[in-house]
């Protein structure tokens, strides 16, 4: 159970980052049939499996523009182990990703269950600089199951501590680095992970690490193809 919200998690925070055809966000993806692929390695630095992300069905809800970000799992032997999507929302000044299509994400093995959730949304804003704190973001999840059985996630301390060159497969890029610690919270048994996330204006996130509390790396992702 640890190691399935842990992977979630790292989801969460190498979700891709591009320069958006109505140029509502910089560092999320609005175009409709946009992909990204990333390989994932392990502590030891071996390939561990990916992600593939796909951006469908863009939409004005009124007021923002919507789009959905599809993604697929891969395990180390090539094959899909899961399948999920959520919405992000932009609303000119940068992007909100809903927390609660995130957490339906995240509990879908247990849709046959009474679930609730509530919590804040994730935001990244268009105009970001090397000293920049960012707004923290939580969720609460409770399952009833005969007991309740309550999941706390936390995304705290999100600050840019950098401007770096990296270079990927998919090319050299000049990125951003935005630093973050999660903490989930699972019936009184907390896992704390440092992540470091390298994106760059225009292309999307190019790297990503987490180290666990120890500060010894626990796995990584690196981008290795797109298509925007």
């Known amino acids: 159970m640890?190691?399935?919200?842990?992977?979630?998690?790292?989801?969460?925070?190498?979700?891709p980052f591009s320069y958006s055809q109505s140029?509502?966000?910089k560092y999320y993806p609005f175009k409709e049939g946009a992909t990204f692929t990333y390989t994932n390695y392990n502590k030891k630095g071996k390939e561990s499996g990916g992600i593939?992300?796909?951006?469908?069905?863009?939409?004005?809800?009124?007021?923002?523009?919507?789009?959905?970000?599809s993604a697929k799992i891969i395990d180390k032997?090539?094959?899909?182990?899961?399948?999920?999507?959520?919405?992000?929302?932009?609303?000119?000044n940068g992007i909100s990703i809903d927390y609660n299509s995130l957490g339906n994400m995240m509990l879908k093995q247990f849709e046959s269950m009474e679930t609730e959730i509530?919590?804040?949304?994730?935001?990244?804003?268009?105009?970001?600089s090397v000293g920049?704190?960012?707004?923290?973001?939580?969720?609460?999840?409770?399952i009833s199951m005969g007991i309740t059985m309550e999941i706390n996630v936390k995304v705290i301390n999100r600050e840019i501590i950098a401007?770096?060159?990296?270079?990927?497969?998919?090319?050299?890029?000049d990125c951003y680095v935005l630093q973050v610690t999660s903490v989930?919270?699972?019936m009184g048994k907390k896992m704390t992970t440092t992540s470091k996330s390298w994106f760059a204006e225009g292309v999307g996130m190019v790297k990503q690490i987490s180290n666990g509390k120890d500060g010894k790396t626990e796995n990584s992702s690196v981008l290795t193809k797109l298509s925007l």
């Open 163 to 173: 401007k770096e060159k990296v270079t990927t497969p998919a090319g050299i890029f």
């Open 132 to 142: 920049q704190k960012l707004p923290d973001s939580n969720m609460n999840m409770k």
């Open 77 to 92: 032997k090539g094959k899909e182990s899961m399948d999920f999507a959520y919405d992000i929302t932009c609303d000119g």
């Open 52 to 69: 593939n992300y796909k951006l469908i069905n863009l939409r004005n809800d009124g007021k923002n523009e919507v789009i959905t970000m």
């Open 118 to 128: 509530t919590g804040t949304n994730i935001i990244i804003p268009n105009d970001l």
């Open 2 to 15: 640890n190691f399935f919200f842990t992977s979630l998690l790292a989801i969460l925070l190498i979700s």
């Open 23 to 25: 140029n509502c966000s």
């Open 184 to 186: 989930v919270d699972m």
